[in-house]
């Protein structure tokens, strides 16, 4: 994890507004130190997330961008109590938000901050003018020193809204209340927010009304965190079947990095106007673990039998999958097309074509659309008594075949 960090703070430069938000990864599993070796060590419940049980990851993302280049998972309540800054500020939030701040190499450049309300406080606000950044975010539960009760009591029209200005540690500090159904509560470090007039703030009968420009840039910057994850859901990590927490947090790790990949191809696209050779994360996402699984990105080693080919002079064939990559069995299923599913009870079973023994799984992929009147391609299921690994044998057979 540490050695994952540092290199994002090596190769990649943020622009001047960041976000920090939430990643979920979801499991079902044991958890806690007495759940034994598979357990996950913390796990926590969002319910607003669409995955609401899991390890909970928070990153800084850039809002240009879209790339992760600071993270940093929960952990026990306990453990995390004895990070960083936490005993010094006495704000938890606040200390994971400088924290990521750190591991970005952004402290001292004047980077804007926009968070959510998990992360929005006075503390958090004070914490980052002290280190050369600037913040935006609202303020729910964490009020303290936060003057949340008297924006609520005044009394303003649909539309309209108040503030109150104040000076920290020779830093200037705005809060906001503004009027939509209830009074929402803000805060920011700047001296004032004028009004300004937003297409997307209108009335009924579309006429734009005026908007402070401390939620024009709130509701402009915070969803950079928000469009990373919907880009990771496409690769349906949360699908991955496995009985070990610690692997199900890696795979989203690797999800992780296969996104920010796909964003710098997005950059370096743009960039150049070229066309793009990829429509899709998924398109971008499965030639890149293809070749993950064969040992044949970048500057990787080829496999044994390639090089012995290759001092033969012999022609190059299709590269073979090692052994080594073969071991986590049907953990490849995440990252293939094949998806195994159960047949419907009533409509009876099939013989499994990699070992010939009865079953109601098949692939969804490679059958046909209407399997009672096509192909189907039967297949054990992922979790069988013999540990039988007829999964893995089909994907891999699908990657042999380059499909």
Request: with cysteine; hydrophobic share 35%.
């Amino acid at each position: 994890m540490k050695s994952l960090v540092s290199h994002m703070r090596e190769v990649l430069t943020a622009s001047s507004i960041l976000t920090v938000d939430d990643t979920m990864a979801g499991w079902q599993g044991r958890v806690g130190p007495h759940g034994g070796g598979k357990a996950l060590p913390s796990s926590y419940f969002i319910r607003s997330k669409p995955t609401p049980h899991g390890a909970q990851i928070r990153n800084m993302a850039c809002r240009e961008t879209h790339i992760i280049f600071s993270l940093e998972i929960m952990e026990r309540a306990d453990d995390m109590a004895q990070k960083t800054y936490n005993k010094e500020f006495g704000n938890a939030s606040a200390a994971q938000v400088v924290r990521l701040l750190e591991n970005a190499n952004c402290v001292g450049k004047g980077k804007m901050v926009v968070e959510d309300s998990a992360f929005g406080s006075v503390r958090t606000a004070i914490e980052l003018a002290q280190r050369g950044s600037y913040f935006v975010g609202p303020v729910k539960n964490a009020s303290k020193f936060y003057p949340k009760k008297k924006l609520q009591e005044e009394r303003l029209g649909k539309g309209q809204w108040t503030q109150y200005k104040a000076e920290v540690g020779g830093k200037a500090m705005l809060a906001l209340g503004y009027k939509r159904d209830q009074v929402e509560t803000y805060i920011a470090t700047t001296s004032s927010s004028v009004a300004v007039m937003d297409a997307r703030n209108v009335d009924r009968a579309g006429k734009k009304m005026p908007y402070p420009e401390i939620l024009q840039t709130y509701y402009s910057n915070h969803s950079a965190v928000d469009i990373f994850n919907h880009l990771l859901s496409s690769l349906n990590c949360d699908g991955f079947k496995t009985h070990s927490g610690t692997l199900r947090v890696f795979m989203t790790l690797v999800g992780v990095c296969l996104v920010n990949a796909y964003n710098c191809y997005r950059c370096d696209v743009e960039l150049l106007k070229e066309d793009a050779e990829y429509e899709s994360m998924r398109a971008f996402a499965d030639p890149v673990i293809k070749k993950l699984l064969t040992n044949t990105i970048g500057a990787a080693p080829q496999p044994a039998a390639a090089r012995a080919r290759a001092a033969a002079g012999a022609a190059p064939a299709a590269a073979a999958v090692p052994a080594r990559a073969l071991a986590a069995g049907d953990r490849l299923r995440v990252f293939s097309r094949c998806e195994i599913v159960p047949y419907p009870r009533d409509q009876g079973k099939g013989l499994c074509e990699q070992c010939g023994r009865r079953t109601r799984f098949y692939c969804t992929d490679c059958s046909s659309t209407r399997p009672r009147s096509g192909r189907v391609i039967w297949l054990c299921g992922l979790e069988t008594k013999g540990r039988r690994q007829c999964v893995r044998d089909h994907i891999v057979s699908r990657l042999k075949q380059g499909r």
